[in-house]
């Protein structure tokens, strides 16, 4: 059973990305949301770091550490933050309470084409 499902996982065309740190699998004309990278909206994005390119069941090609034929593009949506985040610090019994708010930034990106 579990082969089954292993299979119909890999038989869409996908690849493994890295950015800001941390990896994505995307696939065409997925959208998501990465650390903020330069560019406006409506401006092409390439990403260099490709982890893994599957093309199906038979096609995987792995990077070792970087896969070097190929290419994933992209189309920047919008440069955004997120909600606010509560930051609280507290120490009991020496009346230790610091409170604090954070917001990040991200950029949402279209996956247009992988090569």
């Not at 909206?41 to 260099?48: E, L, Q």
């Not at 199906?56 to 034929?69: F, K, L, N, Q």
């Not at 930051?87 to 954070?102: A, D, G, I, P």
């Amino acid at each position: 059973m579990l082969f089954l499902v292993s299979l119909c996982i890999i038989s869409t065309m996908f690849a493994v990305i890295e950015t800001g740190g941390k990896q994505y699998r995307v696939s065409p004309g997925e959208k998501i949301q990465v650390e903020k990278l330069p560019g406006e909206a409506g401006s092409v994005i390439k990403f260099d770091k490709i982890l893994l390119i599957a093309e199906g069941a038979d096609a995987v090609r792995v990077g070792a550490p970087y896969v070097t034929s190929g290419g994933v593009t992209g189309k920047i949506l919008r440069q955004a933050r997120t909600g606010k985040k509560i930051v609280f610090r507290y120490h009991s019994k020496t009346r230790y309470r610091k409170k604090n708010t954070h917001r990040q930034d991200f950029t949402e990106i279209e996956i247009t084409e992988i090569k």
